[in-house]
């Protein structure tokens, strides 16, 4: 008797992961975009600005992943070195690879869904000035 109602048990809870992933399968994916430019989005840009302050911007950007939570690929950070003052600084290449992650409701245009976070690989020895090999931030948006 007991395993029949585990059989049962099973049987229902397989049914029901079925039609829940089938479910979600045939619901439409909101698309996730990135602001390239510190106030408008779309998904895939080939350059971003990621801090709006001093225009430090990534370009020649290619995508190996693009879904609806992350988004990979790799290409180059252009970045002030601020020597021997920001002013006075030139910009300098960086390759590197990227992750955006944690999409989340932007309070400008239509309300686009938008990556919030990055990481940063840099695949040379050379770094901007204060970042580490591996670096994390958060993309200026108004979010």
């Not at 990979?72 to 950070?77: A, D, L, P, R």
């Not at 590197?96 to 999409?103: A, D, G, W």
């Not at 989340?104 to 690989?121: D, M, N, Q, R, Y």
Request: aromatic share 6%; proline share 5%; with cysteine.
């Amino acid at each position: 008797m007991i395993r029949a109602l585990t059989a049962a048990a099973l049987a229902g809870a397989t049914l029901t992961a079925i039609c829940v992933t089938a479910a979600e399968a045939s619901t439409p994916a909101k698309k996730v975009e990135v602001v390239y430019d510190c106030q408008h989005a779309k998904a895939k840009p080939a350059r971003v600005i990621v801090t709006c302050g001093d225009a430090n911007e990534w370009v020649n950007l290619t995508y190996t992943h693009y879904g609806r939570r992350t988004a990979s690929g790799h290409g180059v950070t252009r970045a002030n070195d601020c020597t021997p003052s920001c002013a006075g600084g030139t910009v300098k290449s960086y390759p590197m690879r990227f992750v955006l992650s944690t999409p989340k409701h932007a309070k400008f245009g239509k309300h686009p869904l938008v990556f919030t976070e990055l990481s940063i690989t840099y695949t040379t020895s050379r770094t901007p000035a204060g970042h580490k090999h591996e670096h994390d931030q958060l993309l200026t948006t108004r979010i």
